[in-house]
């Protein structure tokens, strides 16, 4: 069965205070890991899609790379308004395709000034 | 991204009736999602939209707690049937472009339903 475990589950972090989240899974082959960032009351906001191991996406503060085992969502300087709860998500190779993504609990991240 | 809304955005109900959810996507999303995000807990898979046919459920839901219509290829529907207070969570509707495995999933707003 995929699994997705993230941590931590909550982080509080100073304006300017770079940090990382981590999302660690086991999947019978990884079709793709996904991170979302999910603000209160809204729907997943989808940020970045890694396909094997070593890749690494960018987006303004964040970054987001892959190994065989975990993912990482580095965040540089943040500001305020990157508070939000991070999810992230695999999706399993499975015969006759499949689009199933099992989450994580996700991240919930305040960044104050 | 895909443009999504869902409706109503939340709602409160009483034990035992049921909810039915709308989901709107625009033309360019090919499949249709509906999940489950519980207090606390991740978001899960409650089945895949079909257009025209019955809906794929995943382990755990069934066709008479979760009826699922998609009548056309940019709408759906979620009924939540008898519900009870272990039925309150945020029900979102996801859509994807394209047919291949690896489209990018987007969600819409999610309905917040609390059952008293």
């Known amino acids: 069965e995929d699994q997705v475990t993230q941590s931590p589950e909550a982080l509080r972090l100073q304006e300017g205070e770079s940090s990382s989240l981590n999302c660690s899974y086991t999947?019978?082959?990884?079709?793709?890991l996904f991170w979302y960032r999910q603000d209160p009351g809204k729907g997943p906001e989808f940020l970045f899609t890694?396909?094997?191991a070593g890749e690494e996406k960018e987006k303004e503060r964040l970054k987001a790379t892959l190994t065989k085992k975990e993912s990482f969502l580095h965040i540089t300087a943040p500001k305020p308004e990157d508070s939000a709860t991070y999810l992230c998500?695999?999706?399993?190779?499975?015969?006759?395709?499949?689009?199933?993504?099992?989450f994580g609990t996700g991240t919930q991240l305040k960044v104050e000034l | 991204s895909a443009v999504i809304s869902q409706k109503p955005s939340r709602d409160i109900c009483q034990r035992g009736t049921s909810l039915t959810i709308q989901c709107q996507v625009d033309s360019q999303v090919t499949m249709m999602f509906w999940y489950r995000q519980q207090p606390g807990q991740s978001l899960t898979l409650i089945a895949t939209?079909?257009?025209?046919?019955?809906?794929?459920?995943e382990s755990g839901f069934v066709i008479d707690k979760f009826p699922i219509s998609r009548p056309n290829l940019t709408f759906s529907t979620l009924t939540v049937s008898n519900m009870s207070p272990e039925d309150s969570s945020i029900y979102l509707c996801?859509?994807?472009?394209?047919?291949?495995?690896?489209?990018?999933?987007?969600f819409g707003p999610g309905t917040r339903l609390t059952v008293l």
């Open positions: 939209a079909n257009q025209g046919s019955e809906a794929t459920y």
């Open positions: 890694l396909y094997s």
């Open positions: 999947v019978s082959g990884l079709r793709g």
């Open positions: 998500a695999v999706q399993a190779i499975l015969t006759g395709g499949g689009n199933k993504l099992t």
């Open positions: 996801s859509g994807k472009y394209g047919t291949g495995g690896l489209d990018t999933q987007y």
